[in-house]
């Protein structure tokens, strides 16, 4: 599998919304924060990074993520496969995992 990065419309918008949602719906327990240093918080409290070779990695970091999977180098954990969302649809798709605080 090669990663590509994409360049197309905004994907937050419009009908990708709910393929977005149903992603978060299956990796929910996933999800990362952007915190106040600049580092990801797993919702176990793991810190974790984007991984160089995303196309998120170029661009303004997103305040929340889910990813598919993590690699360790060099002490570092760094998310793969991960995908910009909104705070609010963990609390939607999962409200027996997350509240609101």
Same mark, same amino acid.
């Given at each position: 599998?090669?990663?590509? +990065?994409?360049?197309?419309?905004?994907?937050?918008?419009?009908?990708?919304?709910? !393929?977005?949602?149903? =992603? #978060? &719906?299956?990796?929910?327990?996933?999800?990362?924060?952007?915190?106040?240093?600049?580092?990801?918080?797993?919702?176990?409290?793991?810190?974790?990074?984007?991984? +160089?070779?995303?196309?998120?990695?170029?661009?303004?970091?997103?305040?929340?993520? !889910?990813?598919?999977? =993590? #690699? &360790?180098?060099?002490?570092?954990?760094?998310?793969?496969?991960?995908?910009?969302?909104?705070?609010?649809?963990?609390?939607?798709?999962?409200?027996?995992?997350?509240?609101?605080?």
């Amino acid at each position: 599998m090669v990663d590509k +990065t994409f360049d197309g419309p905004d994907l937050g918008t419009g009908k990708c919304v709910r !393929v977005m949602r149903c =992603v #978060v &719906s299956g990796l929910f327990p996933q999800a990362a924060r952007l915190s106040p240093a600049g580092v990801y918080c797993g919702v176990r409290g793991a810190q974790l990074h984007i991984a +160089t070779n995303s196309c998120l990695y170029h661009h303004q970091q997103p305040k929340w993520v !889910v990813f598919a999977g =993590v #690699v &360790s180098v060099a002490e570092k954990t760094y998310m793969r496969d991960l995908m910009t969302i909104q705070k609010d649809w963990l609390i939607e798709v999962a409200p027996h995992y997350y509240r609101e605080t």
